[in-house]
């Protein structure tokens, strides 16, 4: 038993000094996440944007939008305004903030940004979507129509 036990003891003590050779210790870097707008169009991926044809006036209706982002990036919130017969959303994600030696997966994900909108009014209603366009970062817009009706 007691060869046992100094096996253990020297087993515990090597596994402690390769830890600490390799690098493993409490003071690695906080990893921090940064909210932007979400990236609506991404290179010669198609655009998801999904809206109905039709609403009735105080009934919600679903919007949804779809974000690409990859191994250090994850879905936000949407925010979403509505006015009248303007309503407009913008998908948000995060994304980690690069340090030194940090390695990101090489992977394509599509988040789905779902949201519901009330129309308080009758006529045609402006969704108007708002994100990023890659490559280049730069800013991505688009519009779609829906025809709220009264509640019969």
Do not use: N
Not at 35 to 58: C, K, N, R, S
Not at 110 to 126: D, I, N, P, S
């Amino acid at each position: 038993m007691l060869w046992i036990r100094i096996v253990s003891f020297r087993t515990a003590m090597l596994a402690a000094a390769f830890s600490l050779g390799c690098g493993v210790s409490s003071t690695e870097p906080e990893i921090r996440w940064q909210l932007h707008p979400g990236t609506v169009e991404f290179y010669d991926q198609p655009v998801t944007i999904e809206v109905p044809e039709a609403a009735t006036v105080g009934v919600p209706v679903v919007v949804t939008v779809g974000t690409f982002g990859g191994g250090c990036t994850a879905q936000g919130p949407t925010k979403v305004a509505v006015s009248g017969l303007a309503a407009t959303v913008q998908p948000m994600d995060s994304s980690i903030v690069p340090f030194p030696d940090l390695a990101c997966t090489a992977e394509l994900l599509v988040f789905e940004h779902r949201v519901e909108l009330r129309f308080t009014e009758a006529g045609v209603a402006t969704v108007r979507v708002l994100g990023r366009r890659e490559p280049g970062g730069g800013p991505f817009e688009a519009e779609r129509t829906i025809r709220v009706r009264e509640l019969r």
